[in-house]
């Protein structure tokens, strides 16, 4: 069994961006040679996450605004009144869908739906420079 680790940057604005990473996730799952295993995309820190979705237009809207209903921006969190970073709401976000998503790998491919694409979702109240790590488990 091989295990392999690869990192990519990515530039994110603010207020929940969403950022469709499937490309590279399948680049550094076809450079590893392996055919069959586990794919993992994690994001390190607390107030961004990983999942899927179809990356499109409309369903990206859509779930920022269920973001918005569900972790509301504008309401008073104690983190804030602690902190005074007015980021909160981006902690409690990234808590509830999670910090990195894990995959089968068949074939040599990661294994995904037809309209499904990995995405990095940036809760943060400013731009940031957000580090994804990719690995990778299996034959």
């Known amino acids: 069994m091989k295990i392999q680790h690869g990192e990519i940057s990515v530039h994110t604005s ?8 499937t490309e590279e996730a399948r680049k550094f799952a076809d450079a590893t040679g392996i ?35 569900l972790v509301p921006s504008d309401r008073k969190y104690a983190h804030d009144a602690r902190w005074g970073d007015g980021n909160g709401y981006s902690h409690v976000r990234a808590a509830l869908i999670k910090p990195s998503l894990t995959v089968p790998v068949i074939d040599g491919e990661i294994s995904l739906g037809t309209w499904q694409q990995l995405v990095l979702l940036d809760f943060d109240n400013k731009p940031r420079k957000r580090k994804i790590t990719f690995s990778i488990m299996g034959n």
């Open 14 to 21: 603010a207020s929940t961006d969403i950022v469709d990473i």
């Open 35 to 69: 055919k069959s295993g586990l794919f993992t995309a994690a994001v390190p820190g607390s107030i961004a996450s990983i999942t899927t979705i179809e990356y499109e237009s409309g369903v990206v809207e859509d779930l920022k605004r269920a973001v918005e209903e």
